[in-house]
């Protein structure tokens, strides 16, 4: 069974980096830099289902179905993951913990089986190291202590 297993760690306090990471309106802003998914009718309530839509690629609607399993505010939000096209229900989970000044955040997605999963661990891996690595710091950067964007912010979502 092949994993997905990413820590960084956040200068940034447990509950900045919960919000970042579960509030609808600022997830789009940290996932942009991989395939830019947002949640529609997240919570982060266990039972509840929810969709990841992002831009469809070839071979991809771009569509990921979702059921919250466990969240604990502010260390830990585990929920299903399955490709709207079938497929096997993979877990994802987020673990926070405080670290020195900052939080220690855990990514762990579980349940990729045979050689399809394998091979969707390693594009997705890297989707998401480069989501945790970029995306997320500039959207922590961004946010006041009470977890609001700057007013300044360019992550911003630009209206027109």
């Known amino acids: 069974m092949s994993t997905i297993h990413i820590v960084r760690d956040y200068p940034h306090p ?16 940290w996932t942009a830099t991989g395939a830019g998914a947002r949640p529609e009718g997240f919570s982060t309530t266990p039972g509840t289902t929810f969709r990841f ?21 502010p260390s830990l939000l585990r929920y299903s993951w ?3 096209g079938g497929g096997e229900v993979t877990e994802v989970a987020y673990r926070l913990a405080p670290h020195g000044d900052g939080t220690r ?3 762990h997605h579980t349940g990729f089986t045979g050689a399809g999963g394998f091979f969707m661990a390693k594009i997705l891996g890297s989707v998401r190291t ?15 202590d ?3 964007l700057h007013p300044d912010s ?3 979502p630009k209206h027109s």
């Open 14 to 29: 447990p509950q900045k980096v919960w919000r970042a990471v579960t509030d609808p309106e600022l997830i789009p802003l």
């Open 82 to 84: 399955q490709d709207e």
């Open 154 to 156: 360019t992550l911003r």
């Open 146 to 148: 009470d977890g609001t």
């Open 105 to 107: 955040f855990t990514y």
């Open 130 to 144: 480069k989501m945790l690595t970029k995306g997320l710091p500039a959207v922590l950067d961004d946010l006041d």
């Open 53 to 73: 839509v992002a831009k469809p690629k070839p071979g991809w609607s771009g569509v990921v179905l979702c059921e919250v399993l466990e969240a604990r505010e």
